[in-house]
């Protein structure tokens, strides 16, 4: 049974920093591409930023380039997303995400953890 548990996120004044875990289990860590979305109130939810297993290769949105950083620890099957200078705009909910499956793929989701940004 895959799960996805995030935790980390709270209240942080702008410009603060915040770091999002991700503990995965029920799949195979090492071998999975995994992802970071978040959803603003209202908004739909977006794509953050990818890391691919093979390479260790990372993409992100123009939104949070040069200030979020994706990394994951095989070793602790656990997903991270290093965010910094966070404005009042970064504030959602951030959801940890991996797609799985061969001939049909479908996405699997965390509970997300909620980040407010505010004075």
């Known amino acids: 049974q895959v799960q996805l548990v995030e935790s980390g996120g709270g209240l942080v004044q702008p410009g603060g920093s915040l770091r999002l875990s991700c503990i995965a289990s029920g799949f195979t860590f090492s071998s999975a591409d995994m992802s970071w979305y978040r959803q603003p109130p209202g908004k739909e939810r977006e794509l953050l930023a990818r890391i691919f297993s093979s390479g260790g290769n990372t993409i992100y949105a123009d939104s949070v380039k040069g200030r979020f950083t994706i990394s994951k620890d095989n070793a602790k099957n656990t997903l991270y997303l290093q965010m910094n200078s966070l404005t009042p705009e970064d504030t959602a909910v951030y959801y940890c995400?991996?797609?799985?499956?061969?001939?049909?793929?479908?996405?699997?989701w965390g509970q997300g953890t909620q980040v407010t940004v505010s004075s």
């Open positions: 995400n991996v797609r799985l499956g061969i001939s049909i793929v479908r996405p699997y």
